[in-house]
């Protein structure tokens, strides 16, 4: 990640009455398969690396340290995901980020990776996630920060 991609704003949310937000991600030449194709396993790792700038962007992040990680401190339970269409160049994309529920220690969450306008959709999924306390590792509520934040991405009501 470049300094520039860190400092970049936050996307505003998707338009035409839509949910989530838009988060441009860059495919290099070096994600691509022997086939010249986006390798099925990169899709989750830019999906996860526009989620860590999405969060970041709203202050929250991990340098590291488990215990001061708070909302952080959390597992993948459950990913599920699409291939709709191959990506078959390098170059600037987007991820449309949403959640689908919001639970006291759990989420989950919605994504499409995209073309850069979000037109194009090449996959989509969703992933499970559960907060966990750094001391115990047990499910833990997530903060009523985070629990805020979460609110403005959820596409339908509680």
């Known amino acids: 990640m470049t300094a520039e991609a860190s400092e970049a704003p936050i996307p505003p949310a998707v338009q035409n009455g839509s949910y989530g937000q838009l988060m441009p991600v860059t495919v290099h030449f070096d994600d691509l398969d022997s086939l010249g194709m986006l390798h099925n396993a990169r899709y989750p790792l830019l999906v996860e690396r526009a989620w860590n700038e999405l969060w970041q962007g709203h202050g929250f992040g991990f340098d590291g340290d488990w215990a ?35 639970g006291t220690t759990g989420l989950t969450y919605g994504f499409r990776f995209c073309s ?6 090449y996959a989509r999924g969703t992933r499970v996630l559960v907060r966990l306390d750094a001391g115990t590792l047990r499910p833990t509520p997530w903060s009523e920060r985070f629990r805020a934040c979460g609110r403005e991405l959820l596409r339908s009501a509680d």
């Open 68 to 102: 001061a990680a708070g909302d952080f401190c959390n597992v993948v339970r459950e990913l599920q995901i699409s291939y709709e269409a191959p990506v078959g160049r390098p170059g600037p994309y987007a991820v449309h980020l949403w959640l689908e529920r919001l």
């Open 116 to 121: 850069a306008d979000g037109e194009v959709t």
